[in-house]
């Protein structure tokens, strides 16, 4: 009897021993696709050399605005509750949009 005791013991520590093993892997490999993982998200903020940022700026060539005029200037009467300055077309645009 002892000697089947014994048996069944080994094969029991034997699958647990397989058992483990499988779980050192699965563990390994979750760590591995982590790690890969994580130095993807940290390529997203890694600095860029200069050489990239000086072939973006000028792929984006926009100049700022030319020939501006100040026209008008619009201000807001707080106490009357009332634009100043407003244009005729645009207190028009207002009170067709029935704003005010």
Not at 10 to 25: A, E, F, G
Request: positive net charge; charged residues 25%; contains cysteine.
């Amino acid at each position: 009897m002892l000697k089947t005791e014994t048996a069944t013991l080994l094969i029991i520590v034997q699958y647990l021993m397989r058992t483990i093993i499988s779980l050192k892997h699965c563990v390994l490999l979750c760590i591995i696709r982590y790690t890969d993982i994580m130095s993807k998200i940290a390529s997203l903020f890694k600095k860029r050399s200069s050489d990239d940022r000086d072939e973006r700026e000028s792929a984006m060539n926009i100049s700022g605005p030319t020939n501006v005029t100040h026209d008008c200037h619009v201000g807001f009467d707080t106490e009357k509750g009332t634009f100043i300055g407003l244009p005729m077309a645009w207190a028009q645009w207002l009170q067709e949009a029935n704003i005010r």
